[in-house]
């Protein structure tokens, strides 16, 4: 049986735990995708902000505390409307933002991973400010958007309300075979 109703998807992780690969998935699926974070880089680049992770918190906190914490997610949403099919959005990181998906219908992902692990694919993926940054202060600065010590993000919270938990401490393929399974989940 085919689902008629369209699937709304929102993705929460902690910093490189594999938000856009879960998204990318769904892409695949025709899904719409749009990235909160990549949002803010826009916002940021039409302000001639530099991109690092500390400048994107603080731009964020920024943001928000002007234009309220649920501004990400309304400006995701006035690209993703007018769409008729499918959509995902990544990188939610306030419960302010979340509650504006949920109200919307969208469920939530919560994909889960290894302190380390991400750490190093924050290395490898080389985003302005990753590539040399210690473990002990890039893992300082996950904690506090993790535990809402920063203003613009409480993920510990959000992550608390999930639909679904994806756990990507495995390979690509093994992140695609969990998805593959709530693919079929949500199809239903």
Do not use: C
């Not at 699926?29 to 530099?50: A, C, N, Q, V, Y």
């Amino acid at each position: 049986m085919k689902r008629k109703e369209r699937i709304l998807l929102a993705v929460i992780g902690r910093a490189s735990a594999g938000k856009d690969s879960v998204a990318g998935f769904f892409k695949k699926k025709k899904f719409k995708h749009i990235s909160l974070p990549d949002t803010l880089r826009e916002l940021m680049r039409k302000k001639k902000e530099g991109l690092s992770r500390e400048n994107m918190i603080r731009f964020a906190v920024r943001v928000a505390r002007e234009k309220g914490p649920d501004y990400l997610a309304k400006k995701a949403w006035e690209k993703a409307k007018g769409w008729k099919g499918n959509i995902v959005i990544s990188g939610v990181r306030h419960p302010a933002q979340w509650n504006f998906f949920k109200k919307k219908g969208f469920k939530l992902i919560s994909v889960v991973v290894k302190d380390k692990a991400r750490y190093e694919r924050a290395k490898k993926r080389k985003r302005v400010g990753e590539e040399k940054i210690s473990f002990k202060k890039w893992l300082e600065i996950d904690k506090k958007e993790y535990l809402g010590k920063v203003k613009n993000a409480n993920i510990k919270k959000v992550m608390e309300d999930a639909d679904f938990v994806v756990d990507n401490n495995g390979t690509l393929k093994d992140l695609e075979r969990n998805l593959k399974s709530l693919y079929s989940l949500l199809k239903t």
